[in-house]
């Protein structure tokens, strides 16, 4: 697994240990189990040639799955629970306003990642062209 892989896969995992602290366990435990499960499917698939091409496919796959990660914490919380029996039919409108702003949120994240990887590309190709016997530069 590749360095740039092995990041996305802790930042995704950190992200669904984040967002369920504080569910019950089993809820928690079942959340947290699917997403590892889901990681190491992604890691270990052959249809995903190269570990750029891998990494990716986790990187959107995570940034395009935050909203909806929210949305399922909400929906989980007894407290979102109690809300929404007092909510009425014009505020029930609200979630579809917050998936979107987080979708957008999601994709704007997305962009900026594959912006910093491109530059990180970049930059790693010069120092191969400036340091050849040490892929590292100098230090």
Do not use: Q
């Amino acid at each position: 697994m590749s360095t740039l892989l092995k990041m996305i896969a802790k930042g995704a995992a950190m992200w669904a240990r984040i967002y369920t602290v504080g569910l019950p366990p089993d809820a928690r435990d079942a959340r947290r189990d699917e997403v590892d499960d889901d990681i190491w499917s992604m890691a270990n698939d052959g249809d995903l040639v190269s570990h750029n091409r891998a990494s990716l496919h986790m990187l959107a796959r995570w940034a395009f799955g935050i909203p909806y990660d929210l949305v399922w914490r909400v929906e989980e919380s007894a407290e979102a629970r109690r809300r929404e029996e007092e909510w009425t039919k014009e505020s029930a409108r609200m979630p579809k306003v917050l998936r979107v702003i987080l979708t957008v949120v999601g994709v704007i994240a997305v962009a900026l990642a594959l912006i910093r990887a491109a530059e990180m590309r970049k930059v790693n190709s010069i120092k191969r062209r400036l340091w050849p016997g040490n892929p590292g530069g100098p230090f």
